[in-house]
């Protein structure tokens, strides 16, 4: 099989692991076969890449696992057959158009990826919302940052990222809660130490249950206990308030709703709080010290807080340090919610997920409808009004018949999904499944009627954008395999076998355009981009209006004209209480699901790499000496990890590095010692927060005990 790389003079393109969003050059060797490096020009890596990140062309050059061609069967009884692009595609119309007809709208739905490109989302968002006319549209962006984007709306009035990396560089407090990025954003966070390097005043604050690698450059390390975030950041807060360390005047010019903060947060004593968290006391004072004398101050966070049934007030707890201390618009300064794949935020832009619309509108607001319905050129009141499904309810709805079809895309939920055999259970009923996808692996292809093979990265054009607004162009560097189809291209085929116009584009680059004219003049304004405009810069931030200057807009509320209605950032008021799931003495450790350094998501990609299994080579339960001791466990026992759901079988790690009373599962492994699928996922519950309706991946009440042969 021949894979040319295109005779293109600038082979430059970008991650496709984390949000980091590093730049990567990419060279063929004499053999022909793809080779990465860092792109030194970049301003986000500045030529680094992290150990996934330099192993990424193992990933493309290994075609072992490759879909080549589309697969149909007319039953679950058959076997799937190779058949054509047009037949595949004009039975999947047909059967979604039966279903439309027969059931409504709402009875199929679109499942994609945080991995999609910009022009993929978008295409994908017009079509289900402006002309299947169903609102079930959601990613598994929704298990990873939705609280955060709940979070950013409530505290800044949208959806937006007020800063850039840039500003890690020139803060003196960089406090990370619930999050790993030494592993899971290295490239970020070697940036952080570097900056220690030079600034040594730097502190670092790290609060996370579990003491990881991040946790070795820092000034203190918050051991709290699981799901005490909120009484941690109100204690700060009330540390800060007693000291005299908020800033007044921002508080009185430029936000709302302090003096209910503070209230709330007298409502417990430091020291109480501290108990509360298992901290000390002293430690919180101090933090508080270090936050009150910076001169700029940056949260930075992911899963710990997003991944939580109070995930929303536990990103706005966070934000309100920035407020209460005015550190937001300045150098240095600001809250930045890290994201876990590399175009969650790209999706976000174009509103997909089941409660949004392009360009950060609002799928309730009826003017914001009639917006995009006049842009698309559809009759007015096509667009629901009804928010759709969302990750974790579609496979519920699946279950219970509500949901007839289901067309999952780049993504690979039974293993990422909570609860996983529900979901897994669900798949079975559901009256037909698509799959879109670059692997013959995912276990999601068991149940798929019909499979389309996409192109993978390096194989199609598009855009991605990073945790800091980044716009960036991939380009198509290979051919892709066999029959296999960019993602756009499949959904545009199939949208005109639906009989849909609209979806006639003639390349990515007017999908994109389309994309950029829905933003003018709205906050994050790219109607004045184009992709040669992006080839030349590489990168862009948004807003790029003509104020912005040429690389487009680095820092948000430099004016702290926040984007509410008032102008003022809104500070907001909750108790600090936990609804996880209840440990008992049957289910008395918490457990709590996680990545590990060289490996990412399912393993699809990593999996494929021999050297990423170096690091760690299989899977693992760490648990504490004092938890192992007790119930008879040594180091690299085989223990049942048993939850309300499920059970898992696994080696312990024993290691002090995590609080007692806590467990760490990671996420990656699909199988574990066991035929019967023991993912992680077996164990985790589908309780979502009520307002992201993320989903409570880090706390759930489990039982382990050593394994006894029956
Ligand atoms: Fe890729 Fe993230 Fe590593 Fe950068 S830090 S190379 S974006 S995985």
Redesign the pocket.
Known sequence: MHHPINAHENNTT?????????GIVAHKDQLGRLQVE?DKDYP??KG???????NLHYTVNDYSDRLLYPEMRYSRNLPRQRVSWEMALERTAAVFRTLIDKYGPDSVAFYASGQCLTEEYYIVNKLIKGYIGSNNIDTNSRLCMSSAVVGYKMSLGEDSVPVSYEDLEVADVIFVAGANPAWC????WRRVEAARQTNPDLKIIVSDPRKTQTCSIADVHLQLHPGTDITLHHAIGRALIEKGYIDADFVNDHTEGFAQYRKQVFSKTIAEAAQVCGVEEEAIRQVADYIGRARGFMTLWTMGLNQSVVGVNKNLSLINLNLITGHIGKPGSGPLSLTGQ?NAMGGREVGGLSNLLPAHRDLLNVQHRREVEDFWGIRPGTISDKPGLTATEMFDALEDGRLKAIWILCTNPLISLPDVRKAEAALKKAKFVVVQEISNKPETLAYADVVLPAAAWTEKEGTMTNAERRISYLNKIMEAPGEALPDATILCRFAQKMGFTGFDFENTAAIFNEHGALTAGTRMDISALNYELLKARRSVQWPFTEAAGKQGTSRLFEDHQFYTTSHRAQIHSFPDDNHSETPSPDYPLILTTGRIRDQ?HTMSKTGKVNKLKQHISESFLEIHPEDATPRQIKENDLVVIKSRRGEVRIKARLSDTIKQGVVFLPMHWGKILGKDGNRANNLTNNLVDPKSKEPDFKFSAVAVYRYQKP
């Open positions: 970008t991650c496709c692991y984390c949000g980091v969003g590093c860092g986000v890596n680094m890449l992290c150990s996934k990140g330099m954003h290295p490239v970020l590399p990412w």
